[in-house]
């Protein structure tokens, strides 16, 4: 596989990124309030932070002056959770034009008006001349996903993913790592680490404790009983489930799991799996990129695997709130989803685009293509996602890692699903959550 050149980045609480090459100007005709995660966008830094090229917010000011001829000034803050994020808007410590929550954060706020509506046409099901560069370059699958779950008038993706395990082959058995009852095998007891958020390790309990419900969908689906939107609505149903004895069964679940793992983690696991602190991590797909990148550089391979149970499916998504300048707004995120952008973006951050076109493509194939005269490949044919012809060799040993934790195929999708907001059980949730972290 070639290396893509992915940098580690440098992170911060809260950058202050765009400026327009007018270093000199002190005033500027406009100001545009950017709130993201942390470490999500191209920065234009080298490893140690050193600047070696200008960012993708830099990029749009310069563009903004040479379109309209105003000047931008992008103020650029960082968060690192949305629940984080909700909070500070919450208590008024920040009022932004732009923020890229996930999922399940988009459905709250939309729910409790925070949110302003993009330029999309509910008849067409297409975006508007304002968000032109998605309505061209967004992937078909991505779309129809996004409107399927009704995300689309109140949001546009950013980058989306799956989770799964990352592991160390050297180590750990890949039928063991192609179930969530790994976390649970005593084999390997603490060598696993899971994430310290709540949704995410909910789901993958949730997956353990219906296990044969779970199972039984997809032997109906295997042998054609059930369709594939019938087994994803389905398996939807269970992954969400957060009534009293759903979670009550969960964190009896989660207690019985402390003895068994190394412990939870945020943000180091990626680079602790590279030392070799723990053989198994809860991965979000750019998270197991970026090891998996940086285990090849010193030699040690890790792969990435998304249990048989199923899992989750995210995105996070671009959303104005309420009072945002939205012509402003639409304007640098129509900006960000220009191919030649978006593959910047991916490039530095590892999590997969949205956008399909010429510059993705190229770096999707300079990333993973290979002659299958000299080395024995599989042919992967991504038309579904890309929109058309799209189809490339991969190497056969190199499956199960990068690639594949970008570009699942169609069969993986299937049985990978979107959070919901939970609502009136929050509350509840978040209560489950504090015993078993209480239990440490």
């Known amino acids: 596989m070639k290396k893509r050149l992915i940098q580690t980045l440098c992170a911060t609480s809260s950058l202050i990124l765009g400026t327009i090459s007018l270093s ?32 993708t917010v830099d990029k749009f000011s310069d563009y ?8 931008v000034y992008v103020s650029y803050e960082t ?10 808007m ?19 706020m939309e729910a409790e008006g925070m949110l302003e509506k993009f330029d999309f046409d509910m008849e067409t099901k297409e975006y508007g001349d304002k968000l032109s560069n998605f309505r061209d370059y967004g992937s078909p699958y991505i779309k129809d996903l996004f409107y399927e779950q009704g995300f689309s008038t109140f949001a546009v993706p950013y980058f989306w993913g799956t989770m799964g395990y990352l592991y160390d082959p050297e180590n750990v058995d890949m039928d063991d790592a192609s179930t969530w009852e790994l976390q649970f095998n005593t084999n390997y007891k603490g060598k696993i680490a899971l994430k310290d958020s709540i949704r995410d390790t909910y789901a993958t309990v949730i997956l353990h404790v219906y296990q044969d419900e779970v199972l039984e969908l997809k032997t109906n689906h295997d042998n054609g009983i059930l369709s594939d939107t019938e087994y994803n609505e389905q398996l939807s149903l269970i992954f969400n489930r957060c009534d009293n004895e759903t979670l009550a069964k969960a964190e009896a679940a989660l207690i019985g799991l402390k003895k068994n793992i190394y412990g939870l983690e945020t943000d180091d696991g990626k680079n602790e799996m590279v030392k ?15 090891a998996m990148d940086q285990a ?51 490039e530095y951050t590892g999590y997969t685009s949205p956008i399909v076109g010429d510059a993705i493509w190229d770096l999707v194939l300079d990333w993973y293509e290979e002659d299958p005269e000299e080395v024995d490949c599989d042919l992967v044919d991504l038309s579904f996602y890309f929109g058309y012809e799209a189809k490339i060799y991969v190497d056969q040993e190199e499956r199960g890692r990068q690639f594949d934790a970008q570009y ?32 440490f």
């Open 296 to 346: 090849d550089e010193l030699g040690k391979t890790l792969n990435y695997i998304i249990p048989e149970e199923g899992s989750n499916v995210w995105f996070d998504g671009w959303c104005m709130p309420k009072g945002a300048n939205k012509d402003l707004a639409q304007e640098f995120v129509n900006f960000i989803c220009d191919p030649e952008i978006a593959a910047e973006c991916m």
């Open 24 to 55: 000199s100007c002190t005033h500027y005709d406009l100001t545009l309030v950017v709130y993201n995660w942390e470490d999500y966008i191209f920065e234009g830094t080298d490893e140690y932070g050193n600047i070696e090229a200008k960012s």
């Open 408 to 439: 699942p195929d169609e069969e993986t999708l299937v049985r990978c699903c979107i959070m919901k907001d939970f609502g009136d059980q929050t509350a509840a949730l978040n209560q489950m959550w504090s015993n078993f972290k209480a239990a």
């Open 90 to 108: 919450k208590a008024g410590s920040i009022q932004p034009d732009l923020i890229c929550p996930s999922d399940y954060m988009i459905q709250k």
């Open 79 to 88: 968060f690192s959770t949305p629940e984080d994020m909700y909070n500070q």
């Open 276 to 290: 070799g602190t723990y053989w198994i991590n809860t991965a979000w797909s750019g998270d197991a990129v970026y």
């Open 64 to 71: 903004y002056y040479e379109t309209y001829g105003k000047t």
